[in-house]
């Protein structure tokens, strides 16, 4: 019995909260006045509106209007943008709000100028939060009082008008630049001049055109001759081919190829290119960043820059100092011995062959180790090692994955390794030696 109350009580409970959340939707916290036309809707701006409820998360209002499809008038729920409508009200104090907006509640304009700014207060020295786009279209909400921009000592002709964008960025703006009409029921212009936006060309944008441009760490690499051959390849660059129309963008992990259909200039030194999920901002004629949005939503910056040297014969000379270091070891060296660890010889072909090692198991080379392999002269050493060391060498021995890498010396009679296991790595660069580094010396037979 007390099992079948405790599930009644459930149900009721379950009732109760379906009516109390159904009721708090049909509930109006308020109502607002429509900023911007919706002519899918049939509204103009000025209309106003009941609303039940303010999503924080969607950015909407869900408001109500009257539906007449089927040839009835039903209340439809829709949702709205917050920045569309006016902070909802009381009944009690909408007359005050659509008083405010009523002078100019169909009342629109075109920019004249690109460039034009928008302020925070109606003073033409004032904060500048908006730069406005030559045609762009803008919704005049209603006339302020302030001091009228001056031009050779005359105060130009116009008013000044709190003004709303398409993004729902809100401030003051004088209408001398304005060219102001008013919207039919269907959103369309009535009076007022045709506006239409110039293309005009960008320089800047035009800089960054036809050319590839690079992760800025080859910069890096290149000018303090820290080449990490693994990472400096000219596949990896962006470029805007527009003999081809095709952007791509390969890195690492990012290999992207669009077809280009233009740009928008979207800020100061800011293009959105045309469906592509790329902004490139203009930082100098040798360095962009590039926005990468990916197809999860994760975004990327990538700052970029142009080389004016070239980076083939960089990476080729890299290899010969490479080459050139290992062939000195193995051409300066023999048979090599020690009493502690064992017979090691440099093969010309880049081969070596380690015996006796057994010391250095497991700290230093693998036990899987076998006694042969492949080495070679990949890490340089930072300047402040340079006097004590000539490179490092490394060994990939048969058997095992882990490469182990040493420092060396071509002494005379012989040679000396220190393990190099431990030491600091900034790229490439071997900056700083392990802080008890094993030596190990080795007399040429």
């Keep these: 019995m007390r099992k079948l109350l405790t599930k009644f009580q459930a149900l009721v409970f379950a009732a109760l909260i379906i009516m109390l959340f159904t009721s708090c939707q049909d509930k109006v916290m308020g109502y607002s006045v429509l900023l911007w036309d919706m002519p899918e809707y049939e509204l103009q701006s000025g209309t106003v509106l009941p609303v039940y409820i303010r999503s924080n998360i969607s950015h909407v209002y869900v408001a109500g209007i009257t539906s007449h499809e089927a040839d009835t008038k039903e209340l439809k729920k829709i949702e709205i943008p ?97 060219n102001l009409y008013e919207t039919d029921q269907t959103g369309q212009q009535v009076g007022g001049e045709k506006i239409e936006e110039e293309e005009e060309e960008d320089n800047y944008f035009n800089s960054i055109l036809n050319k590839p441009w690079y992760p800025d760490s080859f910069s890096t690499m290149i000018s303090s001759g820290n080449i990490d051959i693994t990472r400096l390849h000219t596949s990896y660059n962006f470029t805007i081919d527009t003999v081809n129309n095709k952007v791509s963008l390969n890195m690492s992990g990012i290999h992207e190829s669009w077809d280009y259909t233009g740009y928008t200039k979207t800020d100061d030194f800011q293009y959105t290119l045309n469906d592509i999920p790329i902004i490139v901002v203009y930082k100098k004629a040798t360095f962009i960043v590039v926005r990468y949005t990916d197809d999860s939503g994760k975004p990327q910056e990538l700052n970029l820059v142009t080389i004016a040297e070239d980076i083939n014969a960089i990476v080729a000379a890299e290899k010969k100092r490479r080459s050139d270091a290992y062939a000195k070891v193995a051409g300066s060296t023999g048979e090599l011995s020690s009493s502690s660890y064992g017979k090691l010889s440099f093969n010309s072909d880049g081969t070596f062959r380690w015996t006796g090692y057994k010391l250095l198991v497991p700290s ?51 040679l000396r390794l220190e393990v190099a296991t431990d030491a600091t790595y900034n790229g490439i660069l071997l900056t700083e030696r392990s802080s008890s580094p094993l030596i190990l010396y080795f007399k040429d037979n």
């Design 82 to 178: 917050l920045w569309q409508l006016t902070e909802p009200v009381k009944k009690g104090k909408l007359s005050s709000v659509t008083k405010k907006y009523a002078d100019c509640a169909h009342m629109y304009a075109s920019v004249k100028l690109d460039g034009l700014p928008c302020r925070a207060e109606p003073v033409n020295t004032s904060k500048q939060v908006y730069r406005l786009r030559k045609a762009e279209v803008i919704k005049i909400l209603y006339k302020g009082t302030g001091q009228a921009p001056m031009t050779g000592g005359v105060p130009l002709e116009g008013d000044w008008y709190r003004i709303l964008t398409r993004d729902g960025s809100q401030g003051w703006c004088f209408s001398y630049n304005l």
């Design 364 to 414: 230093v080379i693998s036990s899987a180790a076998k006694n042969a392999g492949t080495c070679s002269v990949k890490y340089a050493v930072s300047k402040q090692l340079q006097d004590m060391y000539d490179g490092v060498l490394s060994f990939k021995f048969e058997g095992s994955s882990e490469e182990v890498n040493f420092l060396y010396k071509l002494e005379s009679g012989g």
